[in-house]
C-alpha cells in the first residue's frame, strides 16, 4: 500500500527539482571521526558529540566512531562522557578525539573510566531509570480529573542546504529572488528555502471520566506548495500525524507513522544501554544526564539524554533530548533532532512548555534534500473544570475547527502566534506568488499536480476538471485496448450540485461504455463531493465490464498497471444499472449509507445465463436494496478526489453490509438475501513490527445465481493488491457461506537488522498469510436446484470441502526504498486447473 504522505512529498520534490540544479555542494560537510581514551587508546562507546549553539548532535558507536554534519571550517564539537573530561574541538573533515579520564561521583557512585561488557545487572543507570519509572505517575496531569492548556504549532517544510550561489543551474536567474528568502538550518547551520508553513492556535481539554481529549482550533494558516492534494485539511492531517507530539511516558512513541520503542518503555531496560554521563545546569537547575543508546542501532529506537534535577526525589525530567541513529533502518532520514522542555507545577505535575522536532530528509539523490521543522509551544495549563463542558466533549469530533479559524487576520496572529517567523517562513506566500510567475514553474507545477491528484483543472478558478488520466488507457481481454475519458465538476460551478462520469470505448468488442452520476451535497463542500463528511443524495446510470471474482478496493479497476494478467481475463459479463443512494458520514467516523438500485446482468459468450434445464437467457434483472454501516473511530485519511488513503493505520474498522432483491417485483428473477462484514486491525509489536489483520465473513439467506453470490476476490495481475488472492482463478470457488482472514506481518527489519552487510541495505522483511473457508449449500448449488444459473464449464469450479484455501507469501520490503516482492505458495487445492501453485509479485511501497 502507498504512504499518502511519502507520495505527497516525492511530488513536492520533483516540482521543486524543476528549477534547482542537484549540485549538493555547499559550506557544510558531513564529518566523521573517532573518540578514544587517551590512556589506552581505545574507542569510547557512546561518547556525546554536539555542534556548539545548535541542536545537532550524536553520539559514538560501539568502537567509538561517529558521522556528524557541521561547518567546516566555523563549527565546534563538544564531547562529553561520565568519567571523562568534556572536550571542545574545532570541526575537521576526519577527527581523532582523545579524552582524558577522570573519576567522578555521583550520588555515592563511582564511576571509573575502564572499559567493560554492558549488563543492566548492579547498573546504576539502569536503577536510575527504573526510578523515573516509578515515580512517573505521581507527575502525570492526567491524573487530575481535567486538564486544559494552549498550544501553538507550527511546521515548516523547506529545500536543505540551499546554496544560492551554487545550487542553480543555467535556468536559475530567473530563480534570483529566491535568496531573498532563505533560512538556516537548526541543525546543521545549511541554508535553508521554506516553501511551505502550517501554523495552528487551539486549547485542548482533557476530562478523565469518561476519558475524552478535544483540541478546539482557534485559527489555522497554510501558506506554500501543499496544493497536490484536493484537501489541505488532509495535508496538514498527514504532516502532523507523521511529525505528531512525542511521548516518552508510553512504551511506544508514534513517529514517522511507526512506532520506536520508548526509553520509558517497560522493555526498556532490554532494549537500550543506559548510562550516567554527565552532570549539567538546565534553567538553573543542576541535572544529571542519563543517556541511552539501542543495543543495536538499525532497530526501531533512539540515541538521547534525560536531564532530571539532581536534587529531585520525584524524578522529574525537565529536559528530554532525543535523535535517531544513523544507521537506523528508516528511509529518507539523514539526521533527527527532538528537545522537549517540561516545568513543574506546584502539585508536582509536569506541564510541557516546549515541543521542538527538526528532520532532515534526503529522498533521492536526484532530487533536493528537504528540512523540517516543528515548533510547538505550550502555556496557561489549568486543571478548571471548562464552562462549556458538555459542548466540547459530548458529541463532537476530536478536532473542532472554529467558523472563521482559516480566515484569521494579522492581528490575531500577533496575539497567539507564541513563537515569532523567521525571515524566509514569513515570506512563504509572496516567494510562491512570484514562482507562479514564471511560466516554467507554472506549467510544471500544473503538470505534477495532474500526475499526483490525477485530474486536470480546466479554468481558474477550474468548474470541471478532467480525469483521473491513469485510467485513459487499459486493457483486458473482452475489450482489447480500451480508451477512457472524463471528468467531475467542481465546487466552484455549485457548492452543493456535483456531476461526475466517463465513456470508454473497448477496441475488441466495440462496445461504447459509461458512467455518469448527479449528486446533491446537503453540506456546502470546500471543492468536490467526496470531502468528508459526506451528506449527499447521489443518482448513478452506468453500463461497464463487470469482471467476476475480481473487485479491486484499493484502485481503480481499468488502471494501466492491472492490465498485465497472468490469464486471458474472459470472466465476465455487461453491467447496466440505474442507482440512488444516499450516505451520511459523522465526525466519529461513523456512517451509513443505503439505496436502491434496479440492474441488468447481460450475458457472454464467455458467461452464458444457462439453467438447469437448458434455458438460455441473454440476461436477468433484479432490484435490489442495500444498507451499509461503517466505523472507524479515530480514522484520518488524505482526501482524494476519487478515494481516501489512510494517513495511518492505527483505526480499527468495522463495516456491516446487507443486500436485499425481493424475487418478482419490477421483473426481478431471483430473491437476493446476502449477509457481509469485514474488521481491519493493526496490530503494533513495538520493537518487532506490526501485523494487519483483516478478517471477513458473510452469508446468502436465499437461493441465488452465483454471481450474486459470495464470490473471492482474485487476483489476475501480478501486483501485490491487499484483500485478494494471488493464486486463484476467478469463479475457482463459489460460496454462499464463508470466512477469510488476511494477515501481514510487517518486520521491520526483524532479521536482516542483525545481519552484516545485509543490513547496511535496510532490507525489510513481510510475511503474508491468506485463508478462505467456505461452502455451498445445496440451495445454491445448481446441480440441485435446476432454476439457477449453471457454472460455465470453461472456469472449472471446485467446491470447497472441509479444508480452506490458504496461500502464504514472504517477501524482501523496502528494496531500493520504495519496492516490494514477494514469493507466493498455494498450500492447498494445488494443481487446480490454468492456477498457478506459485508465483512472483511485486508492488510499489512508500514508507519511512
Known amino acids: 500500500m502507498k504512504n499518502p504522505l511519502v507520495r505527497h512529498i516525492y511530488g513536492l520534490l520533483l516540482l521543486l527539482s524543476t528549477f534547482l540544479s542537484l549540485d549538493a555542494s555547499g559550506a557544510t560537510s558531513a564529518l566523521t571521526g573517532v573518540v578514544v581514551d587517551s590512556l589506552t587508546h581505545e574507542g569510547l562507546s557512546y561518547v556525546a558529540v554536539f555542534v556548539e549553539g545548535k541542536s545537532a548532535g550524536t553520539m559514538t558507536d560501539e568502537n567509538g566512531r561517529f558521522s556528524l554534519a557541521a561547518k567546516i571550517p566555523g563549527d565546534t564539537l563538544r564531547f562529553s562522557m561520565m568519567g571523562y573530561s568534556t572536550k571542545k574541538v574545532v570541526a575537521s573533515p576526519l577527527m581523532t578525539v582523545e579524552l582524558s579520564p577522570t573519576g567522578v561521583t555521583l550520588n555515592e557512585v563511582i564511576v571509573k573510566p575502564k572499559k567493560e561488557k554492558y549488563s543492566k545487572k548492579n547498573n546504576p543507570a539502569v536503577d536510575f531509570l527504573n526510578r523515573i519509572r516509578a515515580a512517573s505517575p505521581l507527575s502525570d496531569p492526567k491524573r487530575h480529573d481535567y486538564y486544559n492548556y494552549d498550544k501553538y504549532e507550527r511546521i515548516n517544510m523547506a529545500i536543505n542546504d540551499f546554496d544560492p550561489d551554487k545550487n542553480y543551474s543555467w535556468i536559475g536567474k530567473k530563480f534570483n529572488f529566491l535568496k531573498d528568502h532563505l533560512d538556516y538550518s537548526e541543525i546543521s547551520g545549511r541554508p535553508i528555502l521554506n516553501f511551505l508553513t502550517k501554523e495552528k492556535s487551539s486549547e485542548v481539554n482533557y476530562r478523565k471520566k469518561p476519558e475524552t481529549t478535544r483540541e478546539t482550533v482557534l485559527g489555522l494558516k497554510q501558506v506554500g506548495l501543499d496544493e497536490m492534494t484536493s484537501n489541505k485539511d488532509g495535508t496538514r492531517e498527514a504532516l502532523e500525524d507523521a511529525f505528531r507530539e512525542i511521548d516518552i511516558y508510553q512504551n511506544d512513541v508514534t513517529l514517522l507513522q511507526n512506532r520506536f520503542v520508548s526509553p520509558l518503555s517497560s522493555i526498556a531496560p532490554d532494549f537500550y544501554k543506559f548510562y550516567l554521563t554527565d552532570t549539567v545546569e538546565v534553567d538553573g537547575d543542576s541535572c544529571v544526564v542519563l543517556s541511552f543508546v539501542p543495543h543495536t542501532s538499525e532497530t526501531?529506537?533512539?540515541?538521547?539524554?534525560?536531564?532530571?534535577?539532581?536534587?529531585?526525589?520525584?524524578?522529574?525530567?525537565?529536559?528530554?533530548?532525543?535523535?535517531?541513529?544513523?544507521?537506523?533502518?528508516?528511509?529518507?532520514?539523514?539526521?533527527?533532532?527532538?528537545?522537549?522542555?517540561?516545568?513543574?507545577?506546584?502539585?508536582?505535575?509536569?506541564?510541557?512548555?516546549?515541543?521542538?522536532?527538526?528532520?532532515?530528509?534526503?529522498?533521492?539523490?536526484?532530487?533536493?534534500?528537504?528540512?523540517?521543522?516543528?515548533?510547538?509551544?505550550?502555556?496557561?495549563?489549568?486543571?478548571?473544570?471548562?464552562?462549556?463542558?458538555?459542548?466540547?466533549?459530548?458529541?463532537?469530533?476530536?478536532?473542532?475547527?472554529?467558523?472563521?479559524?482559516?480566515?484569521?487576520?494579522?492581528?490575531?496572529?500577533?496575539?497567539?502566534?507564541?513563537?515569532?517567523?523567521?525571515?524566509g517562513e514569513g515570506s512563504v506566500e509572496a516567494m510562491i506568488q512570484r514562482l507562479r510567475s514564471v511560466p516554467l514553474y507554472y506549467w510544471t507545477e500544473k503538470t505534477l499536480k495532474l500526475l499526483v491528484m490525477g485530474y486536470w483543472h480546466t479554468g481558474n478558478p477550474p468548474k470541471f476538471d478532467y480525469g483521473p488520466v491513469n485510467t485513459s488507457i487499459s486493457y483486458n481481454t473482452a475489450e482489447g485496448v480500451?480508451?477512457?475519458?472524463?471528468?467531475?465538476?467542481?465546487?466552484?460551478?455549485?457548492?452543493?450540485?456535483?456531476?461526475?462520469?466517463?465513456?470508454?470505448?473497448?477496441?475488441?468488442?466495440?462496445?461504447?461504455?459509461?458512467?455518469?452520476?448527479?449528486?446533491?451535497?446537503?453540506?456546502?463542500?470546500?471543492?468536490?463531493?467526496?470531502?468528508?463528511?459526506?451528506?449527499?443524495?447521489?443518482?448513478?446510470?452506468?453500463?461497464?465490464?463487470?469482471?467476476?471474482?475480481?473487485?479491486?478496493?484499493?484502485?481503480?479497476?481499468?488502471?494501466?498497471?492491472?492490465?498485465?494478467?497472468?490469464?486471458?481475463?474472459?470472466?465476465?459479463?455487461?453491467?447496466?444499472?440505474?442507482?440512488?443512494?444516499?450516505?451520511?458520514?459523522?465526525?466519529?467516523?461513523?456512517?451509513?449509507?443505503?439505496?436502491?438500485?434496479?440492474?441488468?446482468?447481460?450475458?457472454?459468450?464467455?458467461?452464458?445465463?444457462?439453467?438447469?434445464?437448458?434455458?438460455?437467457?441473454?440476461?436477468?434483472?433484479?432490484?435490489?436494496f442495500n444498507v451499509k454501516l461503517r466505523y472507524a473511530p479515530g480514522e484520518k485519511f488524505l482526501q482524494g478526489t476519487t478515494h481516501r488513503s489512510p494517513i495511518n493505520m492505527d483505526a480499527p474498522v468495522i463495516e456491516l453490509m446487507h443486500t436485499y432483491a425481493p424475487k418478482g417485483v419490477m421483473g426481478s428473477m431471483f430473491t437476493i438475501n446476502r449477509t457481509e462484514m469485514r474488521f481491519f486491525k493493526r496490530i503494533w509489536l513495538s520493537a518487532f513490527g506490526y501485523i494487519d489483520a483483516v478478517v471477513k465473513g458473510g452469508h446468502s439467506w436465499s437461493p441465488s445465481p452465483y454471481m450474486n453470490l459470495c464470490l473471492p476476490n482474485a487476483n489476475l495481475s501480478y501486483t501485490i493488491q491487499p484483500e485478494s488472492f494471488a493464486l486463484m482463478n476467478p469463479l475457482e470457488f463459489i460460496n454462499d457461506s464463508y470466512a477469510q482472514v488476511d494477515l501481514t506481518y510487517w518486520m521491520n527489519g526483524l532479521i536482516f537488522n542483525h545481519i552484516p552487510l545485509i543490513k547496511k541495505l535496510k532490507l525489510r522483511e513481510v510475511i503474508n498469510f491468506k485463508g478462505l473457508w467456505g461452502h455451498l449449500s445445496h440451495r445454491n448449488n445448481p446441480c440441485y436446484d435446476k432454476s439457477l444459473f449453471v457454472f460455465p464449464e470453461n472456469v472449472h469450479t471446485t467446491l470447497m470441502s472441509n479444508v480452506p484455501y490458504m496461500e502464504i507469501s514472504a517477501g524482501i520490503d523496502n528494496i531500493f526504498r520504495i519496492i516490494r516482492v514477494d514469493s507466493v505458495w498455494r498450500l492447498s487445492y494445488k494443481h487446480s486447473f490454468d492456477a498457478p501453485d506459485w508465483g512472483i509479485r511485486f508492488a510499489l511501497h512508500f514508507s519511512f
Not at 446537503?522 to 473487485?551: A, C, I, M, W
Open 482 to 624: 480500451r480508451l477512457r475519458a472524463g471528468g467531475m465538476t467542481t465546487a466552484y460551478l455549485s457548492k452543493r450540485w456535483f456531476a461526475r462520469g466517463f465513456v470508454a470505448y473497448g477496441f475488441r468488442d466495440h462496445k461504447f461504455k459509461y458512467r455518469g452520476e448527479v449528486e446533491y451535497s446537503f453540506r456546502d463542500k470546500e471543492y468536490h463531493s467526496r470531502e468528508f463528511p459526506v451528506h449527499s443524495l447521489r443518482l448513478t446510470s452506468l453500463y461497464l465490464l463487470d469482471e467476476l471474482g475480481q473487485n479491486y478496493t484499493f484502485t481503480n479497476a481499468d488502471n494501466l498497471f492491472l492490465s498485465w494478467k497472468r490469464l486471458a481475463d474472459t470472466r465476465v459479463t455487461y453491467r447496466r444499472a440505474t442507482m440512488l443512494e444516499y450516505t451520511l458520514e459523522l465526525y466519529n467516523n461513523f456512517s451509513v449509507s443505503a439505496g436502491a438500485s434496479f440492474e441488468r446482468q447481460e450475458a457472454t459468450r464467455w458467461i452464458p445465463f444457462t439453467d438447469g434445464y437448458g434455458n438460455n437467457f441473454g440476461h436477468y434483472n433484479e432490484l435490489m
Open 300 to 423: 526501531w529506537g533512539f540515541i538521547g539524554k534525560l536531564y532530571v534535577p539532581k536534587n529531585d526525589s520525584t524524578m522529574f525530567i525537565k529536559q528530554i533530548e532525543l535523535h535517531l541513529p544513523h544507521t537506523i533502518n528508516v528511509n529518507f532520514l539523514d539526521a533527527m533532532s527532538v528537545r522537549q522542555k517540561f516545568e513543574k507545577a506546584p502539585d508536582g505535575s509536569r506541564f510541557k512548555k516546549s515541543d521542538d522536532m527538526i528532520i532532515e530528509f534526503s529522498v533521492l539523490p536526484a532530487l533536493p534534500k528537504l528540512y523540517t521543522h516543528r515548533n510547538t509551544v505550550y502555556e496557561n495549563h489549568n486543571f478548571d473544570r471548562p464552562g462549556l463542558e458538555a459542548q466540547i466533549f459530548n458529541g463532537t469530533p476530536p478536532e473542532i475547527i472554529l467558523e472563521g479559524a482559516r480566515d484569521r487576520d494579522e492581528a490575531f496572529w500577533d496575539n497567539h502566534r507564541l513563537v515569532p517567523l523567521k525571515k
